[in-house]
């Protein structure tokens, strides 16, 4: 096993919550992929809905070195599942940090 980490810098989110609460209220569906990038491009999200939602999940160095790029899928749950995912994201990002 191995581990990355990054941090990534958003203004406000940059629509995270808002992405991931439409994910949730379309959980019958969509065509094609919605995409999700922060404001400098190093956290990205794609979602496709194939019966369950499946989000990719990228984070990349920064310019000007931009030296890796790592991506993950994660597998959800149209619906209930989604919506907590949803609810969680929104906690996370409007969460103060100690």
Known sequence: WGSVETSVETWAGDGLDT???????DFRGWEGTRVWHSLCYDLSLSAEHRGDVFLTWGIRDRAPSEGW????????AAGEDMRHLAAEIQTFLTSVPE
């Open 19 to 25: 992405f991931f609460a439409s994910l949730a209220e």
């Open 69 to 76: 790029h790592f991506e993950t899928t994660t597998v959800h």
